[in-house]
């Protein structure tokens, strides 16, 4: 069969996924063998592939699939997030596209619209994902919004609410005026902002005197209830008892004093606004003030906002003060920098907000999830998370839990009457009715008088069940699937999500398993680009993931992505780095295409270059094996390819395919040619879970395989004992022919004529056994020992050893004494300053050992390098 002569990735791609996939090769279910597994962070069902997707599904493929290859049921379940925020907007847009608006709807007839836009651009990510080449089992795909999903996350909610950890409650919120809905805490993003700090004049009740404050807000002055000061600020003594009047609302308002007051910030007196500020609530609430909000939802003013109702704060706050400047209130300005928290979703500046809300207590629920990552029942890696981690859980606040949406999993509890306590929690309906009846000592109420809950749950309210509802664990907790595959292996992530993903994950596996939901935890690093900054779509730097795929192929961007990417660090990536992979793929393909060409001949035997350079290259594979198996079990996935890359670039194809390759036109013996298949199959087998397209092409174009006989379920090679000291005789070898090479390069002496060598071997450090290998590399005539190099030869030095080529014919005598001179003078020069370092006794005393160590070395080679020149130019006198 002829293979072409350059890889195609775009045919290969597409011809092994569908292969794989007829296969039934990515399915799973419950057997006898040592399970595996990793449930995937599902992406936004409105996402399409980002940098950050490649990154850490490109590393889940790689566990999975050398999981696989090492002989256990690999699974990994594939899914999708409802999103309910990000949902919601892209089909508000479209829905104005169309000339609707959501409030002209029903929200059955919305959410019609919604499930039409999700099956429509639902699984594109998916599908992108299995262009990169993603093993996940699809007939297990999940989508948080599917019956068995929503059914469990329904019965979480009505479990926690009889447990009494749910409750809803009237609190100050992260309100997103643009989604009309609250955010959590860790979905709100602070941000550097430049502003104004405005002074304002408050007079004081039937006095001439005047007071003034200082605020970032002054629309905001609309909704003050009061004005506080420190009760140990000398200068506001004699406001005690008094009252102010408040800036254009013209409203009596008290002055208190509290602790609460920095004196140092502004003029020392702060203005009370508890309806729209955390800190202001606290003190309404301690001091009983009026709680006047002056916002829509929106963020427009309402009826409290006067004249300024219907306008946008950010106008009324430029308009208010061109009024408070006419009325002699605005006392001046100042350019002040303070951080503005803004919706992780919409990017909208977030306005605290009062507002009945359902909230989770999590005290309880983290007792369990923080134990378990403290005494590393669950790892992070890498393990500085730690310290993040258990600050966030310290100081874990309850978890607002409703969203002012519609689509999303509706919260389950049914009004019955007017008050906001007047409600039950249930399944359904049904169920509710006969709850209210007996709250309500009613035997007559009907259904039609309860009315649901509005609000929808957070999405993470679904996500935090995922690794146990992907296996139906909730409703149905003893099934097969939730048995066998609960809790998975490893979770790959990224540490933004640490706390309200990840931490939430544990403590609902400790509360409805009482088991980990998984062994460990995986953060990735973020995708910057080669100026560090964060790959974006509004920053313009962040390329498509498809289109490279397109130019580099798959396993080219793969293998780009994973070579500079150590757990949780970030990833300067650069696209020249999937040209490196891609070069890689093409490496290894003409190296195929070069074994492929050789033909071989069972009546040549194996000869002594061929065999020890077989026995080299096990050693060295075997050597590698153990390399890259520990680096799999430290999660330095980088480090295990690279040393992958090494064998296959460096040894493989520099190095072993050199020392056996036949003269042009001549054949191989059939002992070394199976050999040198084996190992390439070996190859395949190391690199296959980073690069699994090419390597399945090449392990069938090898040999003929038979029917099921692919690389994907192939074992992973097994090691055997290691031969060091032939490891360390080659490591010898390769300086002894590298600096040959070098010598020819610099003197220009062609290839095809044959050189001597001469080797003073005083420590027995050289080994003959590699000897016709260094000849045949080298194009040697001799090789032979000696104490006294015959006149006009060349040399250098390895270790304590000092080899020579005898070169006096072909070099000009007067010039060579001249370099030879020059380089004496610089190597006596440079000992000089490395002796000098080592006699000062604080160095040597102080001085980290290796460092010492390092120019006791440096001393070492430059005396014997010094004797080489010296030699030198006493061959050449």
């Known amino acids: 069969m002829e293979i072409s002569s350059k890889y195609n990735p775009a045919t290969t791609e597409d011809k092994w996924y569908a292969h794989w996939m007829e296969k039934g090769y990515f399915h799973s279910e419950p057997d006898e063998r ?14 399409v592939l980002h940098m950050g997707h490649m990154l850490n599904n490109t590393i889940q493929d790689v566990l999975i699939r050398r999981a696989r290859m090492k002989g256990k049921n690999a699974l990994w379940v594939p899914g999708t997030d409802h999103a309910s925020i990000a949902t919601e907007a892209k089909v508000v847009n479209k829905l104005k596209e169309q000339g609707i608006q959501k409030n002209e709807l029903s929200r059955e007839a919305f959410l019609e619209h919604a499930w039409e836009w999700t099956h429509k651009h639902g699984g594109i990510i998916l599908e992108q994902l299995k262009k990169l080449g993603a093993s996940c089992d699809w007939k297990r795909t999940k989508f948080t919004m599917d019956d068995d999903m929503s059914e469990s996350v329904l019965q979480v909610f009505v479990d926690l609410y009889n447990k009494g950890l749910i409750y809803r409650g009237y609190r100050m919120v992260n309100w997103d005026p643009e989604a009309k809905t609250t955010v959590s805490d860790e979905e709100v993003i602070y941000k550097e902002s430049q502003g104004k700090l405005y002074y304002l004049r408050y007079q004081i009740e039937g006095e001439e005197d005047s007071i003034t404050i200082a605020t970032t807000r002054p629309e905001t002055i609309l909704g003050d209830t009061a004005v506080c000061y420190h009760p140990e600020d000398e200068r506001f003594q004699h406001l005690k008892g008094k009252r102010v009047i408040v800036p254009i609302a013209n409203r009596s308002i008290p002055l208190i004093a509290d602790e609460y007051v920095d004196r140092e910030f502004g003029t020392g007196c702060l203005k009370i606004t508890p309806a729209h500020d955390p800190n ?19 963020a427009t003013l309402n009826e409290h906002g006067l004249h300024y109702k219907g306008m946008d704060r950010f106008a009324c706050r430029k308009a208010i003060v061109k009024e408070l400047d006419s009325l002699g209130n605005l006392v001046k300005t100042e350019d002040y920098q303070n951080k503005v928290g803004t919706s992780e979703r919409t990017g909208s500046v977030i306005e605290p907000r009062l507002s009945y809300q359902w909230f989770l207590a999590m005290e309880k629920l983290a007792e369990p999830a923080l134990k378990a990552v403290m005494e590393d029942a669950i790892q992070l890696v890498p393990e500085k998370f730690k310290n993040t981690y258990r600050h966030w859980m310290e100081n874990v606040r309850d978890w607002n839990i409703s969203r002012q949406l519609w689509w999303g999993h509706r919260i389950p509890a049914w009004y019955y009457g007017e008050g906001m306590q007047d409600f039950v929690v249930a399944m359904n309906d049904t169920d509710a009715l006969e709850s209210a009846r007996k709250k309500t000592g009613n035997p007559n109420l009907q259904i039609s008088e309860l009315r649901q809950e509005d609000d929808v749950l957070d999405t993470w309210f679904s ?47 400790y509360e409805w398993q009482n088991e980990k939901p998984f062994e460990t935890v995986y953060l990735t690093g973020i995708v910057r680009d080669k100026l560090g900054r964060k790959m974006s779509k509004s920053l313009g730097n962040s390329p498509d993931p498809i289109e490279l795929m397109n130019t580099y192929g798959a396993d080219g961007v793969r293998v780009g992505m994973l070579l500079t990417s150590p757990a949780g660090n970030d990833l300067p990536f650069d696209e020249a780095l999937c040209e490196q992979g891609r070069n890689f793929n093409n490496k290894i393909w003409n190296a195929m295409r070069l074994v492929k060409g050789w033909q071989s001949d069972s009546h040549i035997p194996q000869d002594a270059t061929s065999k020890v350079a077989v026995d080299w290259f096990k050693a060295r594979l075997n050597q590698t094996l153990i390399q890259i198996e520990d680096h799999f079990n430290k999660y330095r996935l980088s480090d295990a390819l690279m040393a992958a890359y090494k064998l296959s670039w460096d040894d493989f194809c520099s190095w072993y395919l050199e020392m056996v390759k036949p003269q042009q036109g001549q054949a191989i013996d059939e002992q070394t040619l199976e050999a040198t298949i084996g190992f390439f199959e070996d190859l395949m087998k190391l690199l296959h879970p980073f690069m699994p397209f090419i390597t399945e092409e090449i392990w069938h174009l090898l040999r003929e395989r038979k029917e099921g006989d692919d690389l994907i379920i192939a074992s992973m090679p097994d090691t055997t004992t290691i031969d060091e000291k032939l490891l360390a005789d080659f490591d010898f070898t390769a300086e002894l022919i590298n600096g040959i090479r070098k010598l020819r390069a610099t003197k220009n002496i062609p290839f095809r004529d044959a050189l001597e060598v001469q080797i003073a071997d005083k420590n027995q450090e050289y080994n003959s056994r ?23 030869s060349f040399g250098f030095v390895i270790k304590s050893t000092e080899v020579f080529v005898p070169l006096s014919d072909a070099i000009d005598p007067e010039e060579e004494r001249k370099k030879l001179k020059e380089e004496l003078n610089y190597t006596r020069g440079f000992l000089v300053s490395v002796e000098k370092k080592l006699q000062n006794e604080r160095f040597v005393s102080g001085a980290p050992e290796q460092v010492v160590n390092r120019e006791r070395q440096k001393k070492a080679d430059a005396e014997a390098r010094i004797k080489v020149i010296e030699q030198q130019l006493k061959t050449l006198s």
């Not at 606290?282 to 929106?298: R, S, T």
């Not at 690794?467 to 609960?486: A, H, L, M, T």
């Not at 590699?770 to 006009?792: H, Q, R, V, Y």
């Open 34 to 47: 040592e399970p595996y597994v990793i449930v995937i962070p599902p992406p936004n069902v409105t996402g």
């Open 770 to 792: 590699f000897e016709s290998i260094i000849a045949k590399l080298c194009n040697l005539s001799k090789i032979s020992m000696t104490d006294s190099p015959t006149a006009g």
């Open 463 to 509: 996500s935090w069940l995922w690794p146990i509802s992907v296996f139906d664990g909730i409703r149905n907790p003893d099934n097969p699937d939730i048995k066998y595959y609960y809790p998975s292996n490893d979770l790959v992530t990224a540490p933004e999500i640490l706390f309200f993903w990840v931490a939430r994950m544990i403590m609902a596996g």
């Open 280 to 298: 202001d609530k606290m003190l309404g609430d301690k001091y009983q003030l009026e709680f006047i909000d002056i916002f829509n939802e929106d």
